[in-house]
C-alpha cells in the first residue's frame, strides 16, 4: 500500500482548509545547498520526543514555508535556524497541501510522500 503523506498524520490533518499550491513558490531553510530528503522532515519526525510549541500536533507535524525570501531568512535571528540556507521551493498541485498559519507570509505544508523536494527547489540564497 502507498502511503499518501510523507508522515504519518494524525486524523483530520491536513485540515478542510488546507489549499492546493498551484505552482507556487514559498521558501524554506535548509542545512545545506543542494539540500536532501532530510531537510523536508517535519521538527517531530526529525525529533519525536521534542518539546513543540504548539497543542496543535498536526501543524507540528507540517513544514513551515513562506511567502518571500525576506520572510524566511528573518528565522535565522534564532539560535537552532542561524547557519541555514534560504532554498526556494515551487509548489505544484502533486506536493500536498498548504495553509496559511502563525502569522502573514508563513504557511504550513503537508507534502505527499510521492512529491520530490529537492528536484523542485530552485532558488538558493545566503
Request: hydrophobic share 35%; aromatic share 12%; charged share 25%.
Amino acid at each position: 500500500m502507498t502511503r499518501e503523506w510523507a508522515e504519518e498524520l494524525p486524523e483530520k490533518c491536513p485540515p478542510e482548509e488546507a489549499d492546493t499550491p498551484q505552482h507556487s513558490v514559498f521558501f524554506r531553510l535548509v542545512e545545506k545547498n543542494p539540500p536532501s530528503e532530510t531537510d523536508f522532515y517535519s521538527v517531530l519526525m526529525l525529533d519525536p520526543n521534542r518539546t513543540i510549541h504548539t497543542t496543535d500536533k498536526c501543524h507540528a507535524m507540517a513544514l513551515s514555508i513562506f511567502e518571500t525570501p525576506e520572510l524566511c531568512a528573518r528565522q535565522k535571528k534564532y539560535k537552532p535556524f542561524r547557519e541555514k540556507i534560504v532554498i526556494g521551493i515551487t509548489l505544484t498541485p502533486d506536493s500536498g497541501l498548504i495553509q496559511q498559519t502563525f502569522f502573514q507570509g508563513h504557511y504550513s505544508w503537508w507534502r505527499k510522500a510521492s512529491f520530490d523536494c529537492v528536484k523542485h527547489c530552485n532558488i538558493h540564497i545566503k
